[in-house]
C-alpha cells in the first residue's frame, strides 16, 4: 500500500484528473485503517468515507488533513484527549476546519493529543520505531504525516508541540508566527502562547497551506497574520545567499552529540553553499525562557481548567493538576511581571537580531532523537522559548540519529517575516537534499 503524495503533487494529478478525488481520499482512509492497529494516531476515524466536495478546481481539493483532537469538527467527536469530554461533538467546526472544508479538503479524521495539549501521552507510537515516542502534543497529527496517511496535518504549539514532533517524526513542522491562524474553535492551553501549526512532507507544501489558511476572525482577539503572500513567492531565489546565526545550547542547555553534529554538518553545508555562519549568542535574559513560558502557560491553563478539575477531579491527570496548583502559586501581580518580561525579552530578540544581521537562527529543533518509551514527550527546551517570543519557526529532516530515528534542524525567523523564513528555509532545503523516505509502518 503506497504513501500518498505531497499536497502540491496530488493536487496537480487532482487537477489535472490523472486522479479523481474520490481516489485521492481512498488512498489516505485505506492506508490510515490499515496503520491505526500498530501507529494509534487517530482518536477517531471515520468507519466509511463520505466525499462531499467534488470540485476538482478547488485549491484543496483530494487533500485529506488529519485534525488534532484539539480542534473542533462538528462531524466528528473531539475529546481533547481528555476522559471527561468522551463522545463530545462541537457544534460547529473551528474557524480553521471551517476554512479548509470551504478550500474543498476532507477532515480524515481526529488525531491523538496529549490531555489538553500538556503532558499526558496518548497512546501514540513513533512510526520510525514503535517503542519511541512520536513527541507530543500533536502526537497523532505528525505519526499520520510521517507515515504517509495524510498529506496535511493539523497541530497546535503552546511550547513545542508541532516542532518536536516533526522533528522525532522526520517530518516538515511549521510554527508561523503568533496569531497567524485563528484560534476560534480550538480548545485552549494558555491563550497568549498557542499557535495552530502545520505538518507535511515538504516546504513547499507547508508555504501552499500557509497561504490558505492564514487569516483573521472577531472572535480571536490575538489574531495578526502576516502579509499575505502567493506560494510561488517562496521558490523566488535570494538576493543573496543568507546570514545564519548558529545556536547550539549555550543558555538553553546541552544536546546530545548525534545532534549536536548534524546541526554542525548542517552549517558547513550552509557555509559551503555561500551562507556566512556566525555563532549565535543569546542575550542573557533568555537563560530563564523555558521556565517564564511554562509558568506564563500554567497561570492561564489553572484559569481555563480549573472548573474541570473541580468537577471532574478524579478524571484529570497528575501532570494537569500540579500545572493547575503551579498556575494557583502565582498571584496576579506576578502574572503580569511575567508578561512583562516575555514583552521585555520580545523586544530584546528583535535588537539582538538586528543588531547581528542575522536573517535566520539556526538551532536544534529537540535535544536529539525521540525519546524511547511512550510516558514521556520530550523536552521542548528548544522550541519553548521561540513560542514565548512568537516568532514563525520551522524544523527540517535533515538525517538519522545512531537508534535510526529522525534528526531535524530548527530555523527561527523574525514576527510577521514568516515569507523570508520560507524563502530561506527552502535555499536550506535544497542544500541540505535529505532524501526522504517513509518509515516501514506498513508492508
Known sequence: ??????????????????????????????????????????????ATLDVINNDASAPLAGIAVAVKDLIDTADMPTTYGSPIHRGHVPRQDAWVVQRLRSLGAHVLGKTVTTEFAWRHPGDTVNPWNTEHTPGGSSSGSAAAVAAGIAPLGLGTQTLGSVIRPAAYCGIVGFKPSFGSIPRT?????????????????????????????????ASDLHGHPPPAFNAAAVSDALPSPPRIGLLQSQLLGEIDAPQKELINQAAKRFSDAGAEIIDAVLPKEFADAAELAVAIVAVEAARIHEARMAQFPQ????????????????TASEYLALKARQRA???????????????????????????????????????????????????????????????????????????????????CESVLAHERSFPAILP
Open 1 to 46: 500500500m503506497n504513501p500518498v503524495s505531497g499536497i502540491i503533487a496530488l493536487r496537480s494529478t487532482v487537477s489535472k484528473g490523472t486522479t479523481t478525488i474520490r481516489e485521492a481520499l481512498q488512498q489516505s482512509f485505506d492506508r490510515a485503517h490499515a496503520a491505526q492497529p500498530r501507529l494509534k494516531a487517530f482518536s477517531h476515524l471515520p
Open 185 to 217: 474553535g480550538v480548545c485552549p492551553l494558555a491563550e497568549s502562547l498557542d499557535h495552530i501549526g502545520l505538518f507535511a512532507r515538504s516546504l513547499d507544501d507547508v508555504a501552499y497551506a500557509l497561504t490558505l489558511l492564514a487569516g483573521k476572525d
Open 315 to 330: 478524571l484529570i491527570s497528575a501532570a494537569m493538576r500540579d500545572l493547575i496548583k503551579q498556575g494557583h502559586a502565582i
Open 345 to 427: 525579552m520580545q523586544q530584546a530578540f528583535a535588537s539582538w537580531k538586528e543588531a547581528n544581521r542575522i536573517d535566520m537562527l539556526l538551532m536544534p529543533p529537540a535535544t536529539g532523537e525521540a525519546p524511547k518509551g511512550l510516558h514521556y514527550t520530550g523536552d521542548p527546551r528548544f522550541c519553548s522559548p521561540i513560542t514565548l517570543l512568537g516568532v514563525p519557526a520551522i524544523t527540517l529532516p535533515a538525517g538519522f540519529g545512531p537508534k535510526g530515528l529522525p534528526l531535524g534542524v530548527q530555523l527561527v525567523g523574525s514576527s510577521g517575516a514568516d515569507l523570508l523564513l520560507l524563502r530561506v528555509a527552502r535555499w
